[in-house]
């Protein structure tokens, strides 16, 4: 039985027979049941009919003068346009109607006169409901096909882009880091060949170091979803270091999480870079240190006496030329150091007195500035031996204090003190001053980084200090970060490791 439908599908039904009450009565009984139908008398019109607007479904007479079911239905399914359309046959019950060649020429059901309504309309319900599944499914079909070729072509343009990237790039999962793959430029940059890294994990890429700056981007881009030009030393096959940049995203391969990382090797524009840097340092140097004797001459009064105004502008100058000289001499130092022509030379040493001597050394500023410095008893520490070059961690902590009062209002308080934690010797130099934005925490210790452009005409710094002080402190093995809230206060942190 078929169940009464409030709302029966609005289907345009063509229906074929050269007996009128045949089709009054098949018309009559589906327009009652809410169908659209189109009656047609004769073969020829009901192809010209549903050529012009196909109807849903066609009932279509077997017996009929001039051209008869059989061969209306094989016109129809050899035409495009009305192909798909279901066509059911109908035979009256002493007719010779053959079953098999109706099934052949294309119809897919069959109903015998005299109807039975609930029959036809069982029929017809069943057959709309087929074809309008099929329908969605060839648009589905369709959407699918558009989709896949789509991404075929996205696909494809990806992987010629990072073929032919000049970039050196990596792809690797997100949660075990093995590398999926690596274009040319990857290959030529770091001197493996394909097999010796893909399916390997990072760790055979990058050395610890990198491998720390990789889990940084890799939690940034988690977070923000992209990480650009974070630098880092990377170590060729032959281990040659080269200074890449890495920029980071997250796409999915294969339904895994992968980032993409895309290097950019800046050794030789770097080298270029420092060499020009002191190269111009150098030629700086000499007409600044004659200048500044000028200065001095002048200002002694032994090439006669200045007015009040001309003192007061000698004083500008002389402070100016020395802040030039500062700053060619601290350009000069990091570029020394990182090329190994000032050795860093770690030697055992005990700490506890360098970091009495740098109060020391800053207790005249403090005063001067009205900062209170306090060095906290570091007990802990007393009897602990490192591996230090004293002289330049001597610069590091002196650098962090002076740093420390210069941002730091008179009143505040500006503490040093160490502990050990785990295999590590902790310095902390932590001051209540003006602290540093969020921004800014990840660059400051770039060369020439200030919070403020300003900072080094008003506290006469270079922006020089903290590069210096994190390449000395590298060069221990050590590690140096900050903390910072923005109006309370800064802190700077360094571990060196424990000598064994
Ligand atoms: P500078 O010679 O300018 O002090 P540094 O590299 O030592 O160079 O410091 C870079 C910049 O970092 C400073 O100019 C200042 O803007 C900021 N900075 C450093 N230390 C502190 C601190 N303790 N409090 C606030 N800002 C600081």
Redesign the pocket.
């Known amino acids: 039985m078929i169940s009464e439908r409030k709302h029966p599908p609005k289907a345009d039904i063509l229906a074929i027979d050269d007996t009128p009450e045949n089709l009054a009565l098949l018309s009559q009984m589906l327009t009652e049941k809410g169908y659209k139908v189109r009656s047609v008398t004769k073969g020829s019109t009901a192809i010209r009919g549903a050529k012009a607007a196909p109807p849903d479904l066609i009932l279509l007479d077997v017996k009929m003068p001039e051209m008869n079911g059989y061969e209306v239905c094989r016109q129809l399914k050899m035409d495009d346009l009305t192909k798909d359309i279901p066509i059911i046959f109908i035979s009256a019950l002493g007719d010779v109607f053959d079953k098999v060649k109706a099934f052949q020429v294309g119809g897919i059901d069959y109903i015998t006169k005299p109807f039975q309504v609930e029959e036809v309309l069982a029929r017809l319900d069943t057959h709309l409901t087929i074809r309008n599944l099929q329908i969605k499914l060839e648009a589905q079909n369709t959407q699918l096909q558009q989709e896949i070729a789509q991404k075929t072509a996205a696909e494809d343009k990806f992987s010629k882009a990072f073929r032919a990237c000049p970039n050196p790039i990596v792809i690797a999962t997100c949660d075990q880091g093995q590398i999926l793959e690596v274009n040319d430029s990857f290959l030529q940059m770091s001197g493996y060949d394909t097999v010796e890294v893909t399916n390997h994990n990072l760790d055979r890429l990058y050395s610890p170091s990198a491998l720390e700056i990789y889990q940084q981007a890799l939690a940034k881009t988690q977070q923000q979803g992209y990480v650009r030009n974070l630098e880092f030393d990377f170590s060729t096959k032959s281990n040659r270091v080269k200074t890449v940049l890495l920029s980071m995203e997250i796409i999915e391969l294969g339904g895994i999480k992968c980032t993409l990382q895309i290097l950019n090797d800046i050794t030789e524009r770097k080298r270029l870079e420092n060499e020009f840097i002191s190269l111009v340092s150098h030629e700086l140097r000499t007409p600044m240190t004659s200048t500044i004797g000028a200065l001095d001459l002048l200002n002694s009064g032994q090439l006669g006496t200045l007015s009040d105004r001309g003192k007061q502008i000698l004083q500008v100058a002389i402070r100016n030329s020395e802040r030039l000289i500062r700053l060619v001499n601290d350009i000069l130092d990091l570029e020394r150091m990182k090329s190994g022509k000032i050795a860093i030379e770690p030697v055992r040493c005990n700490l506890k007195p360098l970091l009495v001597q740098a109060t020391e050394t800053m207790q005249a500023m403090a005063t001067k500035a009205g900062v209170n410095l306090i060095l906290e008893p570091c007990d802990a520490i007393t009897h602990v031996v490192l591996y230090l070059d004293s002289d330049r961690i001597l610069q590091t902590l002196t650098?962090l204090l002076s740093?420390?009062i210069?941002?730091t209002e008179p009143g505040g308080i500006v503490k040093l003190t160490a502990h050990i934690q785990d295999n590590y010797c902790r310095i902390i130099i932590r001051?209540t001053?003006?602290?540093?934005p969020s921004d800014k925490l990840e660059f400051?210790f770039e060369r020439f980084?200030?919070?403020?452009a300003s900072?080094?005409r008003s506290?006469g710094?270079?922006?020089?200090?903290?590069?210096i002080c994190r390449h000395i402190i590298q060069r221990h093995k050590g590690k140096i970060w900050l903390e910072s809230e923005l109006g309370k206060g800064?802190s700077f942190y360094i571990e060196l490791p424990l000598s064994i």
């Open positions: 650098n740093n420390g210069k941002f001051d001053g003006r602290g540093i400051i980084q200030q919070v403020d900072d080094s506290k710094g270079t922006g020089l200090g903290l590069a800064s």
